[in-house]
């Protein structure tokens, strides 16, 4: 049953999606920490986390389009008439696990652009911060010299 198929996905999604909020976190305490050993693994970590959620997403949509058979998707509400209807054997409960599953998955991505952003807070301004010191160390006239390397 395709619908099986999609939760099953669509909860994996969710487990790997947790696991980089998990990842991300360990980044932010490595960049906190200065520990560049520590960042260099989680950045693989991420690029791991990332690859297997692109082919678990384009399964995903690949399962859909099946179910919906159309390549142009309707909108939200009728999307999810339309999945439930397509499949003979779905029921109430699946459709209710799909939207809690697809809430989860909301929240989560939601959880995880914040971390990113306050991740990239943390660079910009550790970026600023060094390039601040190199000036006052070497002086405004190497400031080429310090353009160019950071």
Same mark, same amino acid.
């Given at each position: 049953?395709?619908?099986?198929?999609? *939760?099953?996905?669509m909860r994996s999604q969710l487990? +790997?999606?947790?696991?980089?909020?998990?990842?991300?976190?360990?980044?932010?305490?490595?960049?906190?920490?200065?520990?560049?050993?520590?960042?260099? +693994? /989680?950045?693989?970590?991420?690029? !791991?986390?990332?690859?297997?959620?692109?082919?678990?997403?384009?399964?995903?949509?690949?399962?859909?389009?099946?179910?919906?058979?159309?390549?142009?998707?309707?909108?939200?509400?009728? *999307?999810? !008439?339309?999945?439930?209807?397509?499949?003979?054997?779905?029921?109430?409960?699946?459709?209710?696990?799909?939207?809690?599953?697809?809430?989860?998955?909301?929240?989560?991505?939601?959880?995880?652009?914040? *971390?990113?952003?306050?991740?990239k807070y943390l660079i910009d301004h550790s970026r600023k911060?060094?390039?601040?010191?190199? /000036?006052?160390?070497?002086?405004?006239?190497?400031?080429?010299?310090?353009?160019? +390397?950071?």
């Amino acid at each position: 049953m395709k619908i099986i198929r999609l *939760l099953e996905i669509m909860r994996s999604q969710l487990n +790997k999606l947790q696991e980089m909020y998990e990842v991300l976190q360990q980044m932010q305490n490595a960049m906190v920490e200065s520990d560049y050993n520590s960042f260099e +693994k /989680t950045i693989e970590q991420q690029e !791991k986390i990332l690859a297997e959620v692109r082919s678990q997403e384009k399964e995903r949509i690949d399962i859909l389009k099946d179910l919906l058979q159309s390549d142009i998707l309707p909108e939200k509400n009728v *999307l999810v !008439k339309k999945l439930f209807e397509a499949e003979p054997e779905s029921d109430l409960s699946l459709q209710e696990e799909y939207h809690n599953i697809r809430n989860s998955l909301v929240n989560v991505v939601g959880e995880i652009e914040n *971390l990113n952003f306050q991740n990239k807070y943390l660079i910009d301004h550790s970026r600023k911060f060094i390039k601040e010191l190199v /000036t006052n160390l070497y002086g405004v006239k190497n400031q080429k010299l310090l353009d160019r +390397k950071v």
